[in-house]
């Protein structure tokens, strides 16, 4: 419903880094949390990380903790996620995802069931 433009992925080696954006295009970010997802092929979509409308609450997946930071930018309008030390296991589509309405400040959520706004994705390509 509401539109998201996901860009800045690419092909890397391992060991990489890439940093992810989440724009809207059209309305204000301020009020809603940020999931990113991510879906490779023949896998299922997973939560990666979320950071609430506050800024003040991010979750993180077991899988990339310690790698991946979110952060977001309102000035801007934007949503960044930083991936470093990236592995092969890291290659998938990447999306951002928003709710259907405005979140509380301290709201992050990591179920794709609570998104309903999402962007068409950025293939990011980890590989030797």
């Known amino acids: 419903q509401l539109p998201l433009v996901e860009s800045g992925g690419g092909s890397v080696q391992p060991g990489g880094s890439l940093r992810l954006s989440c724009a809207a295009s059209?309305?204000?970010?301020?009020?809603?949390?940020i999931g990113w997802f991510r879906q490779a092929p023949g896998k299922e979509r997973e939560g990666v990380s979320c950071i609430s409308s506050s800024g003040g609450s991010t979750n993180y997946a077991d899988s990339v903790k310690g790698r991946f930071t979110i952060s977001r930018d309102n000035a801007k309008n934007t949503v960044y996620l930083q991936m470093n030390s990236l592995k092969p296991e890291d290659t998938a589509v990447y999306y951002c995802?928003?709710?259907?309405?405005?979140?509380?400040?301290?709201?992050?959520?990591?179920?794709?069931?609570?998104?309903?706004?999402w962007g068409q994705g950025t293939q990011v390509t980890v590989s030797s």
């Open positions: 995802a928003a709710p259907a309405y405005g979140s509380s400040r301290r709201w992050c959520p990591m179920s794709s069931a609570d998104f309903r706004s």
């Open positions: 059209g309305f204000t970010l301020d009020y809603y949390a």
